[in-house]
């Protein structure tokens, strides 16, 4: 739980009226709540490609919702870069490590392009109310 002197990062989103993220194609609402599940177990995040939606487990200090959030967009950068999914279909050539930063580095600036106040929230320090 985050301390009240916190300004925690689920908060500021709230604040500034973030409840999507723009990915180029189609936006991904923020799903933010208490006692999120995947799979019937606890987790602090996920991301549903289908039905475009990041969710975010609410009761979480600042760092770990911070890193959670960066950890469910990663996984729609590499969605979007054609290395989603979980188990290896053989569809998906292999890339060099020049390839794949090169690809995933242009799907990180596209969400900070699309998502700016969004990101400037992710790179705000912890403030003491």
């Given at each position: 739980?985050?301390?009240?002197?916190e300004h925690?990062?689920v908060?500021?989103?709230?604040?500034?009226?973030?409840?999507?993220?723009l990915v180029?194609y189609?936006?991904?609402?923020?799903?933010?709540?208490?006692?999120?599940k995947?799979a019937?177990?606890?987790?602090?995040g996920?991301?549903?490609?289908?039905?475009?939606?990041?969710?975010l487990e609410?009761d979480?200090?600042?760092?770990?919702?911070?890193?959670t959030?960066?950890?469910?967009l990663t996984?729609?950068?590499?969605?979007l870069?054609?290395?989603?999914?979980?188990?290896?279909?053989?569809?998906?050539?292999?890339?060099t490590?020049?390839e794949?930063?090169?690809?995933?580095?242009?799907?990180w600036?596209?969400?900070?392009?699309?998502?700016p106040?969004l990101?400037?929230?992710?790179?705000?320090?912890?403030k003491i109310?």
């Amino acid at each position: 739980m985050p301390n009240d002197k916190e300004h925690h990062i689920v908060e500021r989103l709230a604040e500034e009226s973030i409840t999507e993220v723009l990915v180029g194609y189609r936006s991904y609402t923020l799903n933010i709540k208490r006692g999120l599940k995947e799979a019937n177990e606890k987790c602090f995040g996920s991301a549903d490609f289908d039905k475009g939606i990041i969710s975010l487990e609410k009761d979480m200090d600042h760092e770990t919702a911070r890193e959670t959030l960066v950890h469910e967009l990663t996984h729609i950068v590499l969605e979007l870069c054609g290395l989603g999914g979980h188990e290896e279909t053989g569809i998906v050539p292999t890339h060099t490590n020049e390839e794949m930063t090169t690809l995933i580095s242009r799907g990180w600036l596209m969400l900070i392009n699309l998502n700016p106040k969004l990101f400037e929230i992710i790179n705000e320090k912890i403030k003491i109310i």
